[in-house]
């Protein structure tokens, strides 16, 4: 079984900075794509970025392009959501995510990170909260 944990979320100012970290332990598909979402209070949880560890490619949503920055290690089983700039729409519970595909949509067409392996289980982390103060 999968499980993943984040850490790092907190309440910072506008402006400022946090690096989320997600560690995974259990045994899982190499060809999987890690990834971000998050939730805002009252609406849905949407994709903020992934990174295809097949490819090596990372994607980020429209409303977070240049000033998050995706990564992972691979040795420690670990992913990372460094996150600079934040403003207070970005207050929201980021979820670490790890499934055959992860989809970003953007306003002109998906973005899509994966690998050869196209069907299995998604494993989710329980979130982190970020409050950014305006």
């Known amino acids: 079984e999968v499980q993943l944990v984040e850490s790092g979320g907190g309440l910072v100012e506008a402006g400022g900075s946090l690096r989320l970290s997600c560690a995974a332990s259990?045994?899982?598909?190499?060809?999987?794509?890690i990834g971000w979402f998050r939730q805002a209070p009252g609406k849905g949880r949407k994709a903020v970025s992934c990174l295809s560890r097949y490819s090596g490619s990372t994607y980020y949503a429209d409303s977070v392009l240049g000033r998050f920055t995706i990564s992972s290690d691979s040795a420690k089983n670990m992913a990372y959501l460094q996150m600079n700039d934040l403003k207070p729409e970005d207050t929201a519970v980021y979820y670490c995510v790890t499934a055959p595909t992860i989809v970003i949509q953007t306003d002109t067409y998906p973005l899509v990170c994966g690998g050869p392996t196209q069907y299995g289980p998604d494993y989710w982390g329980r979130g982190t909260l970020v409050t950014v103060s305006s």
């Open positions: 259990g045994f899982f598909n190499d060809d999987y794509a």
